[in-house]
């Protein structure tokens, strides 16, 4: 499928008007997204083969399926499984040890060919990857430990909304990919359509995560995102999203989120570096690599050890409309 030409201008349109596009049969299953699970597989394995020598675990699960491993592991109430599969560095105390995951298969997602036509539809021929992603395995209830949005219920809220006032002005794109398929039963997205130039909303820290209170909601019904695997949801970054429950027993949604901009800063995050991954002049801006995101990555968590890191957002649990 060529993305380009069948959807020159379709996505922009969408995001000017309502905020999101599902786009389907973006991402090759086969080809990218499977290795990317299996790889998550092994860096779960070998967190968890720590764990058991530890003596933390009875076992790895390294046998079952990766939502049953996620499964199992959460039961045993290990709280480690979000932290181990993310692209990012921690909004809070980083030390030399901060696991990340760093493996070439979430960064030959990341930078998919397709995919990034169409981001380029949106911000032009110049793509910076923010250093704002997440990867999320949202388990069934009960299992996530306290307010893990990582595992867990993931409240309403804007993209924006998590940054620092740095990169209010910065047209940011989030990418949405579920590795597997959503619907309403796992915990697919929901969103508020609202168009682009919407106002930010004022968001309430709680218990780790960030919500806008159901009274600041703007007015149209939330719309629920089933999707399948392949396909990928953009959004702009005040279109109000938030995750359905997974009411299934046996299910972990697993899905990861990157955000995308046209310069290398602002991103919202100080002194999180951002990754060139498309140039109109290569020869002279050489797009990232996978070694070069890795070094940076590692880079920036040893500059930033133990250090005050400041705040992550502008928001105020003591405000009124917190209450």
Request: charged letters at 25%.
């Amino acid at each position: 499928m060529d993305v380009r030409s069948a959807l020159r201008g379709d996505l922009r349109q969408a995001l000017d008007e309502r905020g999101y596009a599902v786009i389907e049969d973006v991402i090759d299953p086969t080809r990218v997204l499977d290795p990317v699970l299996d790889a998550a597989s092994r860096q779960l394995t070998h967190f968890a083969e720590l764990a058991r020598e530890a003596g933390q675990l009875p076992r790895t699960f390294a046998s079952s399926s990766l939502q049953q491993q996620i499964i199992e592991l959460a039961r045993r109430e290990v709280t480690w499984i979000g932290r181990v599969l993310d692209v990012s560095l921690p909004v809070g105390r980083v030390r030399e040890t901060t696991a990340m995951w760093l493996a070439p298969e979430p960064f030959a997602l990341l930078r998919d060919a397709q995919l990034l036509d169409l981001v380029s539809e949106v911000l032009g021929d110049e793509v910076w990857l923010s250093p704002v992603g997440h990867t999320r395995a949202k388990v069934p209830p009960g299992l996530a430990q306290g307010a893990d949005v990582f595992l867990g219920d993931v409240p309403w809220h804007q993209d924006n909304g998590v940054l620092v006032e740095e990169a209010d002005d910065v047209d940011i794109l989030t990418v949405w990919i579920p590795l597997v398929d959503v619907d309403a039963t796992n915990g697919c997205l929901q969103v508020v359509p609202q168009p682009r130039g919407s106002s930010l909303l004022e968001h309430c820290p709680d218990d780790g995560a960030l919500r806008i209170p159901a009274p600041l909601l703007p007015a149209p019904e939330p719309i629920p995102l089933p999707m399948r695997r392949g396909s990928v949801l953009f959004m702009h970054s005040r279109t109000p999203h938030a995750a359905l429950p997974n009411r299934t027993t046996d299910q972990v949604r697993l899905s990861m989120d990157l955000r995308y901009q046209a310069v290398p800063a602002p991103t919202g995050r100080p002194g999180f570096p951002s990754f060139l991954l498309r140039s109109p002049e290569p020869t002279r801006q050489r797009p990232t690599t996978f070694e070069q995101w890795k070094a940076d990555w590692i880079a920036a968590r040893d500059r930033l050890a133990e250090k005050d890191l400041g705040r992550f957002n502008r928001w105020d649990s003591d405000a009124p409309f917190c209450a």
